[in-house]
């Protein structure tokens, strides 16, 4: 919300309590205000029908935050207020405002994806406590919380480094999030940070473009464009830089506080686009005042699924693909089985890598129809033309990095617990969260060890990053990952704008939704780790 | 065995000579293991694979165990071991998860033995039998620990770790039949190599991964583990429940941990990141390293010493790629250099003063302390055993007093309460100041206040009408600036020129010499300087100073209070020079009336002359004229200790003279005046300078740390929620006990009791009763 209704934030404020009845005050509040407004508005309206005239954004404004409240408040009785509300806005003549497409995912039936009013205790819990911190439950935590273990200490380590004490001010890490963001083309977080950002007092201009930022901001547009595409490159000179720009420079506890944000919200914009999240309704693009068209779908609409007109597709492709979970367990046996039976040499070995790796860089993300409306966005990047696919055409190699010289566990953790305490702790506790998350189960098959799976899904992205683990056989990538899943990988975790809803489907057909979800959690979290460990690796060059 | 292996390694090491030598490696090293008689030593890493002989003056290659075209992950090594009784045989880990002996003997250039790929992921450690000569121990990431009998096929028997990746394993020393093993979720657990079903026994001893541990090689139940928790600890294994007995606390993780022979408390440490030395440390003394190797330019990856009877000797590999050996008479010894002082002033001018007993001691002569200065013997460790080097640990701990009685820091904090920052008109703000400053028997503020405010206030209220208020200080007004300027900077100098005197005194190289001479030097040290400021009148010839002399001799006693404050808070802000330190510290404790008086109030004084007189001298000056004047003379404050005086003109002058100081400066001030409110424990005070403040590093101080954690009163767990209501059981946690409602906005709960309840709620129950109002019989106290 913007500045003219300042006096009524402290009211949203309020919304938040766990306290029944500050809330419901904070409602009370909010519904004089509104109808004051509405009241105000209204003989102007008659002579000027339209709605966005600069009378009336304001009350829009609020009405779309009432919209968002009646969808995603996780408090049974304001989602009641406020739906309550809108209709008596309605009543009175006023144009209100509607969501477009529905659900917080495009590529996910609402339907499958859990309610906010129905979920079990623990996660009303965690939805109440991400509500109480950000006044908003955003679509990434309502697609999370497929996994509530995960989605819990997601928005732990999240609200710390957002929110808690850290070497940055509050601003600079918004921003820094959006620089990230904006990287790949991720609208939704950009406009989910440049609320935060101006919420927190910052510059209007710096959106502007990086060049309008403070010059040591602009310093990190160098390693936020290395770190997004070809994190190997990292060199100690460009720490160095960082380091030593007279009174541009940071300090190192800056710059792992700055690092670590990077690489959430890339591998973060990785997953938004795995999941093809929708905008916020309160955001652009989530919601309209247009009243519904006449074949009352919408495109996303159709495209969600909620439609009838995919039924039968589905059907066709599910008959079509019966035997492929099955199939993928019968390998995982037999690899499981068979392993020390032909022993492959070290040579092998090796080459079962690189061969690995040189694939994943020919896996050819497909150029899609579907541009991402990039918007104003691009203004962050100065070289919208550095991605991961120029390189890759051009045949360079990526070099390997000895996952045994330089591992989370036994460096990174260390390095970024002494300069950013307690975030170590986090990190590690949500890569060790997503790693080791399982509920057995394949599909329909239940007591399933998925372990090599997941394992092969993790080693899989390390190794598109160069990031080799000698004790692993790659060979059983191959076997376990088909190809229409590893493109699908390598979209996301390369260039995920280029995600579309045909690769989120060609892959794992039979497989859950919340299944899908989980991959895109592993990738989310491999893609940061291997990020980190690049990043985290020259800045230990750098201090020796 | 024992006896045998004892005696011949006593002959042995009696052949051992060298230096500190190096060597270059081809490439980063991973582990080092030394053969038994101590003459080669082997370097494996991942990219090396090499034994080299230990020679009197360097080492020398022999052997490069990496033969063969193709490279093989086999070679790859994680650790390496020798075997302690096989001269011929070594076993290493790969980091593809075999584990692989080699046997010295074999005539060809290939000397593997066996293969063993029964691990799924990397072996991080391998371990030999002590005196088993088959027997070999392995433990990986993939959570198995595996016992191999080098003359079969494969493993004759598996231990699970449950999934959790093991760090290390170690065969006891003594127990022939125990193992432990450290895991990468903090757990160690103990194993009898005959039961593969079950560990012994497992207990926690870090937080985050164990790295490694090391057992006793003499005392049969002690265990020393290291971890990515900065931790090393030893524990006493023979107890029923593994108990910690010694906890060493290091600056970054513990890769490796090795106990030094035949010094029972001494271990050797290095670490994984970030810090590149070895440090040995004796175990008893835990804050300060015994020894310290520092050669390395990169990360340690590997200790051994070199003899398992030798204490001299130290080899070490790292990822720099060099091999060292250290020898003992060369390291660093961090206790020489360490400080052996303590020093610290308490919040009314108390001083206290730690130092080494036998620095003390030596000083058979020392008199008594004079005064009212108390020592009190604090810390004293009795020497377990006289020809250890490190046991010389004892120190005295002394307080000095200062003679007079506490209060005398009242005015501070009276001042501070009282003074007016903001609010009001700024002639309104200095007037009311000046009073509070008068009432307070300090007149030299009091006129500063004054003096401000006729200068910064607007001319049409006319200077004589500020004056009137003034008493007798018109009579200066004949006084030119040109006199006085002058006269005030060449004082000035004269206190700097002053303390370097006293900077050129012997006595600073020895604490207790000094102690002893302070008393000289503070005999001769007020004189001097009534000396100066009285010659300096003298010299000047102006009879109004005198007169001036007169009224300040009125009232010495009160102004006291400045000195004692200002010694302190000048250690504060030159933490750096330690001559001054000295030189104060000497002061405070016979900080008599007359020369504190003269030191502080003197060019004070004539300060204010000059100001004074200018108004008069051309009333329609600007105001940004007396911006210099105004700056040297909140320098001047600030310098003296009364940094209060400084931040408060500061403020109350606002954009008036802020341009005239320089940010730092001003940030300093407002540092150390805000610390000082602290202590004394005027939070609203210092709050309310920060929020005045207009320095961005101040105003941002009272932004940081502003969340309170807090206990349900319930269940007594953390409240991870915002609002009022527990998530675990659903209560509302703070409730006030006396109304039973939720407390929004002032809690004040009995730390006793931890019961409470809204301020006034507890105030009125208070005042009738002096038990908790819960009813849980605790008598509150509030404070």
Known sequence: ??????????????????????????????????????????????????????????????????????????????????????????????????????????????????????????????FEDAFAALRRLDNISLVMSFHPQYLESFLRTQHYLLQMDGPLP???????????????????????????????????????????????????????????????????????????????????????HAVVLLTHYHSLSSFTFGCGIMPEINCDGGHTFRPPSVSQYCVCDIANGNGHANHHNDLLGNQEMCGEVEELMERMKQLQECRDDEEASQEEMATRFEREKTESMLVVTSEDEECVPSRDISRHFEDTSY??????????????????????????????????????????????????????????????????????IWNYIHCMFGIRYDDYDYGEINQLLDRSFKIYIKTMVCSPEKTTKRMYESFWRQFQHSEKVHVNLLLMEARMQAELLYALRAITRYMT | ????????????????????????????????????????????????????ALEEEQFVE??????????????????????????????????????????????????????????????????FHPTEAYMLLSGSQDGFMKCFDLRKKESVSTFSGQSESVRDVQFSMKDYFTFAASFENGNVQLWDIRRPDRYERMFTAHTGPVFCCDWHPDDRGWLATGGRDKMVKVWDMTTNRAKEIYCVQTIASVARVKWRPEKKFHLATCSMMVDHNIYVWDIRRPFIPFATFEEHKDVTTGIVWRHQHDPHYLLSGSKDSTLYQHMFKDATRPVDKANPEGLCFGLMGDLAFAVNESLVSSDGGRKPYPGGDRRYPFFSFKKPNPTEQFAHVSSALSVFETDLDSSRMDWFVKTAQLYLLSGKPFTELCDHNATVARELKRPQVSTTWTMLRIMFSDPALGPNHSLSKLGGLPLMNSFSMKEMGPESRLERCKGESRQDNIHLEPGNSHISNNN?????????????????????????????????????????????????????????????????????????????????????????????????????????????????????MLSHYAERGDVQMAVSVLIVLGEKIRKEIDDLTQEHWYMSYIDLLQRFELWNVSNEVIKLSTCSAITCLNQTSTTL????????????????ICDRCRQCASACAVCHHVVKGLFVWCQGCSHGGHLEHIMNWLKNNSHCPAGCGHLCEYT
């Open chain 1, 1 to 126: 919300m913007e500045m003219q209704h300042q006096e009524s934030l402290g009211r949203w404020d309020g919304l938040g309590s766990r306290d029944a009845s500050s809330r419901a005050e904070a409602m009370e509040f909010i519904c004089q205000e509104v109808m004051r407004k509405v009241e105000a508005i209204e003989p102007i309206k008659a002579a000027t029908p339209a709605p966005g005239s600069s009378s009336n954004s304001d009350l829009n404004d609020i009405l779309v935050h009432l919209l968002m409240l009646s969808r995603r408040c996780p408090f049974e009785d304001v989602r009641g207020r406020c739906t309550q509300l809108l209709r008596d806005i309605q009543d009175l003549g006023i144009r209100i405002p509607r969501p477009l497409g529905s659900g917080p995912s495009r590529f996910i039936p609402e339907k499958e994806i859990l309610q906010v009013s129905k979920v079990d205790a623990s996660t009303q819990a965690i």
């Open chain 1, 170 to 256: 509050l601003h600079y890490r918004h921003y820094i999030c959006i620089m990230a963001a904006a990287r790949h083309q991720c609208s939704y977080l950009v406009n989910l940070h440049v609320n935060d950002f101006l919420q927190v007092g910052g510059n209007t201009k710096w959106l502007n473009g990086l060049n309008e930022a403070p010059q040591k901001l602009q310093q990190l547009g160098e390693i936020n464009k290395i770190l997004a595409h070809r994190p190997w490159l990292l060199t100690k000179e460009h720490i160095e830089r960082l380091l030593k720009a007279e009174e541009h420079s940071w300090s190192l506890a800056e710059l792992i």
């Open chain 1, 387 to 456: 991605g991961y696919q120029d390189f890759s055409r051009r045949g360079e190699q990526v070099p390997t990095f000895r996952a045994q010289d330089y591992s989370w566990e036994d460096h990174g953790f260390s390095l970024v617990n002494r300069l950013y305490p307690d975030v170590g702790q986090m990190l590690d506790e949500k890569f060790q969260m997503a790693y080791n998350l399982t509920y057995n189960t394949m599909a329909t098959h239940k007591d399933v060890d998925t372990s090599m799976l997941r394992r092969a």
């Open chain 2, 1 to 52: 065995m024992e006896k045998m292996s004892r005696v011949t390694t006593a002959l042995g090491s009696s052949s051992i000579t060298g230096r500190t030598m190096f060597c270059h490696l081809d490439a980063p090293a991973n582990a080092i293991s030394v053969c038994r008689d101590a003459a080669q030593v082997v370097v494996a890493g991942r990219n090396i694979f090499k034994i080299y």
């Open chain 2, 62 to 127: 022999k052997l490069n165990l990496r033969v063969g075209r193709k490279p093989s992950l086999n070679f790859s090594c994680a650790d390496v071991m020798w075997h302690q009784m096989e001269e011929n045989l070594l076993a290493t880990a790969a980091t593809n998860g075999a584990v692989v002996t080699w046997n010295l003997g074999k005539p060809s250039r290939n000397k593997q033995d066996q293969l063993f790929t029964e691990h799924k992921r990397t072996v991080n450690k391998v371990c």
């Open chain 2, 516 to 632: 002893e001479e302070n008393e000289e030097t503070e005999g001769s040290d007020g004189p001097t300087e009534y000396m100066f400021g009285d010659a300096e009148l003298d010299d000047d010839d102006l009879y109004p100073l005198e007169h001036d002399n007169q009224t300040v001799a009125e009232e010495p006693v009160y102004t006291l209070p400045p000195e004692a404050f200002q010694l302190r808070h000048e250690i504060i802000d030159n933490p750096s020079v330690p001559e001054h330190l000295q030189q104060d510290k000497a002061d405070s404790p016979h900080v008599s009336g007359n020369e504190a008086e003269v030191a502080c109030l003197t060019p004070i004084e004539s300060f204010s002359l000059i100001s004074i007189s200018q108004p008069l001298y051309s009333p329609h000056l600007h105001a940004n004229f007396f911006c210099p004047i105004v700056r040297e």
């Open chain 2, 709 to 724: 954690h807090i206990n349900c009163s319930n269940c007594k767990r953390p409240m991870s929620n915002k609002g009022w």
